[in-house]
Structure formats: structure tokens, C-alpha cells
């Protein structure tokens, strides 16, 4: 979906990514955006290749940790993070999110979510078969339940399921990983749980399975100053 913030003042995006919705973010930020990676090669290849966009201007490439963020306090007004926060430590990185956004600032997440069926986590064994780097997606009614606990109230949340070729998502991860993703590995471990991923994921038994992204906006809740009694 367009992300189309309102009187945004200063925005942090987590991981460069492919770039293009960096730029998109970009074009409506009042001050800058921030784009934290923790790989300096990946922010370099974002620089050569949107260097020339009339809103990188306003972007500022930043290499660091997530569990570390190069952001002051209640700095930021929105928080992007897509398809990082199985790749790293999921309560530090949420910590620091949480601790940059300004009360009532918004965290926008994207990522894949397991099936609501799959409490065994059959999918996230499939998924660190090919890349060691994988923590765990997260159930969708766990993912709410982990921001609330962190002082996040839901404002929305969308699931989709996409097809996607094992091949190619294999070749993918491929590049990701000094020794490439284990693709028998992975394969294997859709066989050993067959008819969770017919039932859950879609397999036709070959090469073609469902993905279920989600895309979800939550709101930091407002400071409330506790009154004790003395």
C-alpha cells in the first residue's frame, strides 16, 4: 500500500532495502529520512542507485544496529520497518523503536506472518533451513499481542497470501548467505510436515506454495503519568 504520512517531520526506516520506497517516503517527510542499515555495502548500492532521485535529498543513510539506533529520543514521528524484524532480535529492535518514536508516533510493519493454524512454527523451519540469518515470523494475534505489550495499539492490520516459486524464493536467499541457502534442506523440511503445508501453505506438492505477507499500522499510546498515593 501508499504510504502517504501527514505533516510528517522526521521518519526512520529500517534497512535500506530496494530503495523504492525510501524515495516514495521521502517525498513527504518535512525535514529528512532516516535510513538505518547495518550493512554499509547495502546502503551504497542504495546510494548509486537513487543517488539522481530528486528525494534523496532529503534522505540521510545512516550504518547502524537496530539495537542501537543512531536516533535521540522521542526524535521520530514514524517508524518503517519491512521484512527486518525476523532477520534480527525482535524485542531489542522493538525496544529502540520504541524509544525513538514520539508518544502517538506510528510504527508501520511489513512483513510475513505464520498461518493462525501453524502453532507448531512449521513455516519458520522451512524458512531458517534456507537462511540461517531467519529468527520467527510471528502469528498475527502474537504480533498484536507483543506491540501491545510494548505500548502499541493496533490501528489496522492487512494479511494477503501470494504464490510464490520455491525455486526461485530459494535462489533468492541464495545471495544473502556466504554458503547459499540449503536448498534440499529446505525442501526437506516442507516434506517432513507435508500435509501442514498442503493444508496451511498451499503446496501443490512441487515447487509452488503460499506466502502470507501482512502489512500492519500501530500508534505509540500517550504518556499517562501515573498518580501514587502516599
Known amino acids: ?5 501527514v505533516d510528517m517531520k522526521e521518519q526512520v ?3 535500506a532495502g530496494e530503495g523504492e520506497l525510501a524515495c516514495a ?6 525535514k529528512k529520512l532516516v ?9 551504497e548500492l542504495f546510494r548509486k542507485k537513487y543517488a539522481h532521485d530528486p528525494s534523496f535529498g ?3 543513510c545512516v ?3 537496530f539495537f542501537s539506533l543512531p536516533v535521540d529520543y522521542f526524535k521520530a514521528d514514524l517508524v518503517v520497518v519491512i521484512d527486518y524484524l525476523d532477520l534480527a532480535d525482535s524485542y531489542r529492535t522493538v525496544d529502540e523503536i520504541v524509544r525513538v518514536l514520539r508518544y502517538e508516533g506510528i510504527l508501520f510493519f511489513g512483513g510475513i506472518v505464520l498461518d493462525h493454524r501453524d502453532v507448531e512454527g512449521a513455516y519458520d523451519e522451512f524458512v531458517h533451513a534456507a ?3 531467519h529468527n520467527d515470523y510471528y502469528l498475527e494475534s502474537d504480533l498484536e499481542t507483543f506491540l501491545k505489550l510494548k505500548n502499541f495499539a493496533k490501528i489496522s492490520t492487512e494479511s494477503a497470501r501470494v504464490k510464490i516459486s520455491l525455486g526461485e524464493w530459494l535462489e533468492g536467499w541464495s545471495s544473502f548467505t556466504a554458503d547459499g541457502s540449503d536448498a534440499s534442506e529446505a525442501r526437506g523440511a516442507i516434506e517432513r510436515s507435508a500435509e501442514v503445508f498442503t493444508s496451511l501453505y498451499g503446496w501443490d506438492g512441487k515447487d509452488s506454495l503460499d506466502e502470507i505477507g501482512c502489512t500492519a499500522v500501530f500508534r505509540k499510546n500517550a504518556y499517562v503519568e501515573e498518580e501514587h498515593k502516599i
Do not use: Q, R, T, W
Not at 1 to 5: G, K, L, N, R
Open 1 to 5: 500500500p501508499e504510504i502517504v504520512p
Open 13 to 15: 526506516k529500517l534497512g
Open 131 to 133: 537462511n540461517p540469518f
Open 35 to 43: 535510513v538505518i542499515d547495518p550493512s554499509y555495502e547495502a546502503l
Open 25 to 30: 517516503l521521502a517525498k513527504h517527510v518535512k
Open 63 to 65: 550504518c547502524g544496529s
Open 58 to 60: 532529503k534522505i540521510e
